[in-house]
């Protein structure tokens, strides 16, 4: 219908397929969303120079839209939309610290931990600049973060940053399954830190409030079980593990090696 009332491209039809794109990645029909994006981005590179900042914010969407899908051309679209942005803002402009933060967590997935380090430390540090209160992009560079020193096993310095992060996640109000899954990731640092009692007291209170992940429930049980243990054997001088356990601690050390 659009095409009858608009002839040729246009920036209009531009936004219009990028809505429609979001509309469809909201239903998970991240085909037709990738689809919607590509076809933004060819009507912008028409009506556009070169390094216009709606081209680079067109690459941008199109590698988030690839992100659960293939991570390498999510990576190709993110580090064009950053090429394109430090030509045209200023280093500490907010729509580089997007860009910074979307290529590091490309690396961040793809495992090559030393580049998703370099990005993603730049872009929290320019966003702490720019935002001295909480909000959402600072957020999202703490929990990256927080992933990224999980992997690297700088358990101390991630449960620092998850600290930071559950802080802002309550004061930004955020929905139940963030809070959940913060406490989770938590106890996980504070287990492999052999904190045992934080780590059963950050699990208790992710129960109380996550009412809809089974598999998450079952290995935080498993968990409460192993710590349960631990601090028993602390508190009696045991150096054995009582036979009757019920769980397998060593399939429990490989559930909470894994982040979520």
Not at 155 to 172: A, G, P, R, W
Not at 226 to 236: A, E, N, P, T, Y
């Amino acid at each position: 219908m659009i095409d009858k009332i608009l002839k040729g491209d246009c920036n209009y039809k531009a936004i219009y397929q990028n809505t429609l794109s979001w509309c469809n990645e909201s239903i998970s029909n991240i085909k037709e969303a990738i689809k919607k994006q590509e076809e933004s981005l060819r009507i912008r590179e028409n009506i556009f120079i070169k390094d216009h900042k709606s081209i680079a914010t067109a690459y941008n969407n199109l590698g988030s839209m690839y992100q659960n899908v293939d991570i390498k051309k999510s990576l190709v679209n993110e580090l064009k939309s950053l090429e394109i942005r430090k030509k045209i803002f200023d280093q500490q402009n907010p729509c580089i610290a997007r860009s910074l933060d979307c290529v590091g967590y490309c690396y961040l997935k793809m495992n090559d931990l030393e580049k998703a380090r370099q990005y993603l430390v730049e872009s929290y540090n320019i966003r702490k600049r720019l935002y001295q209160n909480d909000i959402d992009c600072k957020a999202v560079s703490i929990r990256n973060i927080t992933k990224l020193c999980y992997k690297e096993g700088q358990l101390k310095e991630s449960l620092s940053y998850y600290k930071k992060y559950f802080q802002m996640v309550e004061n930004l109000k955020y929905e139940d399954d963030q809070v959940y899954m913060c406490l989770y990731n938590m106890a996980k640092c504070y287990f492999n830190l052999n904190l045992y009692q934080d780590s059963f007291e950050n699990l208790q209170a992710f129960l109380k409030i996550n009412l809809n992940n089974p598999e998450k429930i079952i290995k935080a049980h498993n968990i409460i079980s192993v710590c349960k243990l631990r601090i028993q054997q602390r508190q009696s001088g045991l150096k054995s593990i009582c036979k009757s356990i019920t769980v397998d601690e060593q399939q429990i050390q490989q559930d909470i090696c894994k982040q979520s």
